[in-house]
């Protein structure tokens, strides 16, 4: 830490007489303890939270594709890259205030670690004014929706389904973002514990709302908003109201400070950069449906809904892996502060083991049963069914390789190297899976004249996976060599 950051925190002490928390066995066995058996327990509640943060987004689509068809499923593909968009914020404040907090609390200095989380709350409380703002200023959140690939036909709905989400975003920041500290502090199930209670409202919100009541769109909206406060009251309890807990909440801790807002940002920056290239993607990939599924029979709304089922699914497949990287995240800060770097190797390696074998399972079961996961959807026509499961089948071939490549770009980022991991994250989605999607619709074709320029669009993204994956491979292998020299004192850690 610098003089100029130990200044700052000097502004808002702790009071002399307070007493060291009960919780700090819970922070100090992240260097002692097994590393196996932190993984396993940090690992299963991150998993099932990102999960269920997913189930966020695919309950939507679940209620209004039975309610309203392949209508429903259009409005959610619409508005899926300006939710990926809140979701990029988030994550820019969250993790990168508890990246920020786990190298401190590695360090041993509680105080800083509680100003870095009084800012994240100020910070994620600004950010959701902005949001709120753009979304009901009309230029604003038309444009975003034209660029989205918004049909006529589904525009109105998908402008009030975003509206309504956007007005509510504080909750998303606290229930999604802040939320990553109560892992951090130690206290992993807690933390799934939040995320739990707030999607199983949110599921029941959204069949009585939108199944029941018939409020369709603007009733999924609310019962999104209702879960995410529900997740939100509970984190905010966490650290204001339960005794004897690592961090604490304080009001003092809350006035920003100019140089830890910027490291909050920087090392967030990488998380953010995923979430941003992944709308990114969906924006891009949203025209060319819309352009390429009005040239074949099922037109431009049924390609929406269809690859609009493959990337949630593709998504939820992909969920357990970030839930891997995410857990070993405070793992990895906490030994990298404390320079215990044999420990930060294993610990990297046992993630990346951990996060292959989980993404073999999802493959399995994705072409297990293709059918089934697509019918949960509530797409019965057989030529659609057909065109969808084809299509998933190819989005997912490389996914049993890339977990190591999720993990390997989180390692930079939980290590206090943001600008590696931005890059190793944007590499799939911008360098390469954007050119791809552009280019491989003019030449597949001819290649391959059975398949037409709508079907280059998901054989894309294996192409992309393997470029990614090849890359991360070179940066880990050059780390690896540069935490040798940490450990043998030829190099000094900075962060």
Not at 113 to 140: K, M, Q, R, W, Y
Not at 193 to 217: D, R, S
Request: charged share 10%; hydrophobic share 55%.
């Amino acid at each position: 830490m610098s003089v100029e950051e130990k200044d700052e925190v000097e502004e808002a002490p702790e009071r002399p007489d307070a007493p060291a928390p009960a919780g700090n066995d819970k922070v100090a066995r992240m260097g002692t303890a097994s590393i196996p058996s932190l993984i396993v327990e940090f690992a299963i509640p991150s998993i099932i939270g990102m999960l269920v943060g997913a189930a966020y987004n695919v309950v939507d689509s679940i209620f209004l594709g039975q309610a309203m068809g392949s209508i429903g499923l259009s409005i959610t593909t619409a508005a899926n890259p300006i939710m990926i968009v809140f979701i990029a914020i988030a994550m820019l404040i969250g993790n990168g205030g508890n990246a920020l907090a786990a190298l401190r609390l590695g360090e041993g200095d509680r105080a800083a670690a509680e100003v870095v989380l009084g800012n994240t709350a100020s910070l994620s409380i600004v950010f959701a004014i902005l949001v709120a703002v753009l979304a009901f200023c009309d230029p604003s959140i038309d444009w975003l929706l034209s660029v989205s690939g918004t049909t006529p036909e589904v525009w109105d709905a998908t402008k009030q389904f975003i509206q309504i989400l956007s007005a509510g975003f504080v909750l998303q920041c606290f229930g999604f973002g802040i939320n990553n500290f109560i892992r951090t502090t130690g206290s992993p199930n807690i933390a799934l514990g939040t995320n739990v209670i707030g999607t199983v409202v949110c599921i029941v919100c959204n069949y009585l709302l939108v199944m029941v009541l018939g409020f369709g769109t603007q009733g999924s909206a609310m019962a999104t908003l209702i879960g995410q406060g529900v997740s939100a009251l509970l984190v905010l309890l966490y650290f204001t109201v339960k005794k004897d807990v690592p961090l604490r909440l304080h009001l003092h801790c809350m006035p920003l400070k100019g140089k830890i807002v910027r490291m909050v940002l920087s090392l967030g920056f990488a998380s953010f950069a995923i979430q941003v290239a992944a709308a990114l993607v969906n924006f891009v990939l949203n025209n060319l449906l819309v352009k390429y599924g009005a040239l074949t029979p099922m037109g431009s709304e049924e390609a929406l809904a269809s690859i609009g089922v493959v990337q949630r699914v593709a998504m939820v497949a992909v969920m357990p892996l970030i839930g891997v990287a995410v857990a070993i995240q405070p793992l990895l800060g906490y030994n990298y502060g404390a320079h215990l770097f044999d420990r930060v190797r294993t610990t990297l390696k046992d993630g990346i083991i951990g996060a292959t074998g989980l993404a073999i399972l999802m493959w399995a079961l994705v072409h297990l049963f293709p059918n089934q996961i697509v019918g949960v959807f509530g797409i019965s026509d057989p030529d659609l069914r057909d065109f969808t499961v084809f299509a998933l089948k190819v989005q997912m071939m490389l996914v049993p390789f890339v977990g190591f490549q999720i993990v390997g770009s989180n390692y930079f980022q939980a290590t206090g190297q943001p600008l590696k991991s931005a890059f190793l994250s944007l590499t799939r989605q911008v360098l390469f899976l954007i050119p791809l999607y552009l280019w491989l619709p003019t030449v597949l074709p001819v290649w391959f004249p059975n398949l037409t320029s709508l079907d280059a669009l998901y054989f894309a993204v294996p192409v992309a996976d393997f470029l990614a994956i090849f890359t991360t491979a070179i940066f880990m292998a050059h780390e690896s060599r540069r935490i040798n020299k940490l450990e043998s004192g030829e190099l000094e850690a900075r962060f």
